[in-house]
């Protein structure tokens, strides 16, 4: 579906003076002028290849952390709850944080806080490539996680705000591609780096990797990225929300530290007060932003976005087709290093159909006819049922892939393709200009926060199943493929809500 803005008449001042001029009203109208001058070779293309190679570097790392697993553990001696956090600490901190990222960007300019992220990244990776031990490598890892938060939602809103009709669609679709191109970069990359064993360093180099790129972003983005334009005369200035911050990285902390660590401690009962406690903090989050909107201040999400058609459903339709992805990567690195034996290389190579199918679906769906848009992510959701189960079919006698799981990870890579690239434009379609940060924040941080769920939850299920020999791991792969089908039909329904909501 293509996303399309309906004019709306302007909102009246909360205190019930006369509006102040809307500073986003002039970038709206500059972007559609600049989509009318521009052909397909302006400027904006350029803008938007070396942002994506900011989101390339990020997915990158974190593809490679995966494939990088099985030898961080021999070199550091980290245990599975220190593996999961070597992943999922990145993840925490890119989830808590992103939308208050995307507020950032709002406040200070987008292209500012996209270096900043950028700065704050590389230097992050490379303390990771120096660690001494798994927890110093964890510790880096949050920070990692901190300036990806940083830099990634200014990609999503610098879209959403200078791209309009196709061209926005054509956005999206190379921000797909760049999702499965990272996944194949990250994987081959970090099993080629790590089975090279450069300079005996083992696993390091796969995070150092990420200095000379970000270094050369550092030096390109002041010269491709145009800066922010300056804010209107009268217009309101922005703030931060503190308390709606801290109540959402409590809520987060709260409801994700337990499932990592607590099938490594037993599940003590302080783990199911903190779960518990983490839905009351996300409750209080939204009782907090609902009264400093009504008050005319600037909550962190403004809860005005979460109106606009699709957006909400949006988001947890995300959330719930992400899951099984974030679990199925890393269940399958572990099991394809650590249970069958196979070196780094030969463990990259196998997502590789996966991550191919992914890409080409995710940039061709356009192609389909236009009254078919709608349906797609349902589709999508709905056709990974199957592959899921075969995939799980394929590896339960623990002999490795055969044509069964081939077959079945191709599919699912292109059942993805179907979901992720027209569900953010459904979501994004009726978004207005004023709410690109909120709603890019909420976007992303759905996605993060799918995959983090998915990886904790399936992962300690694998963990807990996963015994000596390769027959009893297969049958904890398969126990793992068949909860990660279930959570794909959550995903189908959300899908078809999405699809009700922006009808």
């Not at 397909?40 to 900011?54: E, I, N, S």
């Not at 990158?60 to 070597?86: C, K, M, R, W």
């Not at 783990?271 to 996300?282: D, E, S, Y």
């Amino acid at each position: 579906m293509t996303a399309t803005h309906s004019a709306r008449p302007a909102a009246p001042s909360p205190r019930g003076t006369v509006p102040s001029p809307d500073p986003t009203a002039a970038t709206n109208a500059a972007a559609e002028a600049a989509e009318a001058a521009e052909g397909p070779g302006g400027r904006r293309w350029g803008m938007l290849a070396v942002l994506l190679v900011g989101q390339f570097m990020t997915l990158l790392d974190v593809y490679i952390a995966n494939i990088a697993l099985p030898s961080i553990s021999t070199d550091l001696h980290a245990t599975g709850s220190e593996l999961q956090l070597v992943v999922g600490g990145f993840v925490v901190a890119y989830a808590m944080l992103l939308i208050t990222g995307a507020r950032l960007g709002a406040l200070y300019g987008r292209r500012r806080m996209y270096l900043a992220g950028i700065a704050g990244f590389t230097l992050a990776s490379l303390g990771c490539g120096l660690a001494p031990t798994a927890a110093a490598l964890i510790a880096f890892r949050v920070v990692q996680g901190a300036g990806a938060a940083v830099l990634v939602p200014q990609i999503m809103s610098v879209i959403q705000v200078n791209f309009r009709g196709r061209a926005r669609a054509t956005a999206l679709g190379l921000y797909t591609v760049v999702l499965s191109a990272g996944a194949v970069a990250g994987l081959v990359i970090g099993g080629a780096v790590v089975g090279a064993d450069l300079f005996g360093a083992h696993w390091r180099p796969a995070f150092l990797v990420n200095v000379p790129i970000g270094a050369v972003l550092l030096a390109l983005v002041p010269r491709l990225v145009p800066a922010d334009p300056r804010r209107a005369p009268g217009a309101p200035a922005r703030r931060l929300d503190p308390l709606g911050l801290v109540l959402a990285v409590s809520a987060v902390v709260a409801l994700v530290l337990p499932l990592v660590l607590g099938r490594q401690l037993g599940w003590p009962a302080w783990t199911f007060a903190a779960m518990a406690g983490g839905v009351l903090l996300g409750a209080a989050f939204w009782a907090a932003e609902k009264r400093i909107a009504a008050r005319g201040g600037d909550p962190l999400l403004d809860p005005a976005s979460l109106r606009t058609p699709g957006l909400g459903v949006g988001a947890i339709a995300i959330v719930c087709c992400a899951a099984p992805y974030g679990a199925l990567l890393f269940v399958l690195a572990l099991h394809l290093q650590a249970d069958l034996g196979y070196g780094p290389m030969r463990a990259g190579l196998t997502f590789l159909p996966f991550a191919a199918a992914f890409g080409l679906v995710g940039l061709g769906w356009r192609r389909l006819p236009a009254r078919v848009h709608g349906l797609l992510p349902a589709a999508g959701a709905l056709l990974s049922v199957p592959a899921l189960l075969g995939i799980a079919a394929g590896l339960r006698d623990g002999t490795g892939p055969g044509p069964l799981a081939w077959t079945a990870f191709t599919l699912f890579g292109a059942a993805l393709g179907l979901i992720v690239s027209p569900a953010l434009n459904q979501s994004l379609a009726k978004v207005e200009p004023r709410h690109a940060a909120d709603a890019s924040g909420l976007l992303t941080t759905a996605m993060q926060v799918g995959q983090l769920a998915g990886m904790t939850g399936v992962g300690a299920l694998y963990l807990g199943l996963a015994g000596p020999g390769a027959r009893t791991a297969g049958h904890a792969v398969a126990a793992s493929g068949v909860l990660e089908a279930g959570l794909m039909l959550l995903g189908v329904l959300t899908a078809l809500a999405l699809r009700r909501a922006t009808r």
